[in-house]
Nanobody, 121 residues
Framework: QVHLVESGGGLVQAGGSLTLSCTASGSIERIVALGWYRQTPGKERELVATITNGAWTNYADSVKGRFTISRSDTKNTVYLQMNSLKPEDTADYYC???????????????WGQGTLVTVSS
């Protein structure tokens, strides 16, 4: 299994910046991708950004050009640098790890506990 611990949420003014971190432990050698999702009350969790073992990145259109996902050299920590924050970026942000379900095959998802980001106008 993979266990995720997030940090870095908080309150920031519109236009400001914030960096989220997420450290994975456990079967980290089975991780194929790490990512960030966010959720607001009454809405479904949505993808923010992902990064694969091959460093291929994918971003939601709403954050392109403002957010940057990166990963440590050890590949067990993922970061989300958030710039030019807007009030609509306010949400609970969740770290995700997709990892292989060895030896059965397929993939599983692990989630962090979530960290709140609040952007004031």
């Amino acid at each position: 299994q993979v266990h995720l611990v997030e940090s870095g949420g908080g309150l920031v003014q519109a236009g400001g910046s914030l960096t989220l971190s997420c450290t994975a432990s456990g079967s980290i050698e089975r991780i194929v991708a790490l990512g960030w999702y966010r959720q607001t009350p009454g809405k479904e969790r949505e993808l923010v950004a992902t990064i694969t073992n091959g460093a291929w990145t994918n971003y939601a259109d709403s954050v392109k050009g403002r957010f940057t996902i990166s990963r440590s050299d050890t590949k067990n920590t993922v970061y989300l640098q958030m710039n030019s924050l807007k009030p609509e970026d306010t949400a609970d942000y969740y770290c995700n790890a997709r990892y292989s379900d060895y030896p059965r095959g397929g993939a599983l998802d692990a989630w962090g506990q979530g960290t709140l980001v609040t952007v004031s106008s």
